[in-house]
């Protein structure tokens, strides 16, 4: 009897232990691959060390919307200056695009149609900055769906015209006027 219930008490100190061990694995702390499907968009940039909001050991970065919000759009008001809307670097995008539409009224306007996106839940969308729409480029064809047309920035260029890129050759553009028309692609920050 006496053996048995040692050889119980055994048993349960085995199980006991087995039940509080865990499985680790290697994949969990991974940091996705840009093309991946990510936080309401594609991932297309993992920020980096000096970019705006980055924090060392989290992981953040920007996403894009998989596909156009539209194809021929005017980036902001005719006529109107638009201060505050001249960032040009990665973090800046959403910044620059509520500088536009706290000046524009008018609905149709590139950032303003960013600024109302609603995607996969996710409402915190906006026109990106010229350094941001520069990656969105280089890394188009792992984006995919990014057609050759000239794309809107969120970064002014003297007040009264927008930067832009072609998005056949890579040329930024920064004397487009702003109620000229371009391509529209939404991004978000996680």
Known sequence: MKHLKYFLFLILVFTIGLKSCSVQTSNTNKTPKIGTIYQGG??????????????SGELHGLVVAPSDQSSEIEWGCFGTRIKGANKTAIGTGAQNTLAIIAICDETQIAAKVCN????????????????????????????TNFGDFYYWSSTGYGGFNGWGQDFFSGYQYGNFDEYGYGYVRAIRAF
């Open 42 to 55: 594609i991932l297309f940039y993992v920020l980096q060390e000096g970019d705006i909001g980055y924090v």
């Open 116 to 143: 109302e996106l609603v995607l996969e839940g996710y409402d915190d969308w906006f026109l990106p900055s010229k350094d941001e729409l520069n990656l969105l480029y280089l890394n188009k064809d792992v984006i």
